[in-house]
C-alpha cells in the first residue's frame, strides 16, 4: 500500500498541529477556533493514525476520503463559524484544510491506482 501509510501519518502529524494551533498562535480567546481546532485535530490525529495502521483497503480508502473531507471543511470553517477576523486562526484553517484535503485525496487516488494498475 505505497504512498497510503506516510500520507496517513503526515495527515496525523498535521491533526496534532491543528490540535495545538490555538494555543501555539495564541488564539485561545476565540472560542469557534479553538473548539473547532480541538475537534478537527483529534479527529484528523485518530483518522490519521487509524489509516496509517489499517491493511484494510476498504477501511483505508475511506479513511484517506474522509480525511479529505475534514480537510474541506477546515477550509470553510473560518468562513461557516465567523472568525475570519482572526488571521491567524483563518489562515492556518486554511492552510492546513488544502494540505489536509490534497494529502487524503492523494492517498484514496494512489490506493485506486495500486488496486488497479494500468497494462501498457
Do not use: C
Request: no cysteine; aromatic share 10%.
Amino acid at each position: 500500500m505505497g504512498v497510503q501509510k506516510p500520507l496517513s501519518w503526515l495527515i496525523a502529524i498535521v491533526g496534532a498541529w491543528e490540535l495545538a494551533a490555538p494555543f501555539v498562535l495564541g488564539a485561545t480567546a476565540t472560542t469557534a477556533f479553538l473548539a473547532d481546532a480541538i475537534i478537527i485535530g483529534v479527529a484528523l490525529v485518530v483518522l490519521g493514525v487509524w489509516a496509517a495502521l489499517t491493511d484494510l483497503r476498504g477501511t483505508l480508502r475511506t479513511l484517506d476520503w474522509l480525511n479529505a473531507l475534514v480537510g474541506v471543511w477546515l477550509v470553510a470553517a473560518p468562513f461557516v463559524l465567523g472568525y475570519t477576523g482572526v488571521a491567524s486562526a483563518l489562515w492556518n484553517d486554511v492552510l492546513v484544510g488544502i494540505a489536509v484535503a490534497v494529502l487524503g485525496g492523494w492517498a484514496a487516488v494512489a490506493l485506486g491506482q495500486a488496486q488497479h494498475p494500468r497494462t501498457m
